[in-house]
């Protein structure tokens, strides 16, 4: 007879509960992977946005000066 696993009296095995322990490990460094990932974007967005704005003012102060 299999356990009833969501009966109040029954204590995981030390297997289930690795199992849900490697589950929610994976999980994380996944979601910690996405995150990063998103971070690296965002910031070569805004170092590109920086570069952008950096060559338009030389430009522009060279037109200035002659």
């Given at each position: ?9 029954t ?12 589950a ?43």
């Amino acid at each position: 007879m299999p356990r009833d696993l969501m009966a109040p009296e029954t204590e995981p095995t030390d297997d289930e509960l690795q199992t849900v322990m490697v589950a929610a490990r994976d999980a994380a460094m996944e979601r910690k992977k996405q995150a990063d990932a998103w971070t690296a974007a965002r910031l070569a967005e805004a170092a590109a946005a920086i570069r952008i704005d950096r060559e338009r003012r030389c430009v522009q102060e060279r037109s200035a000066r002659g």
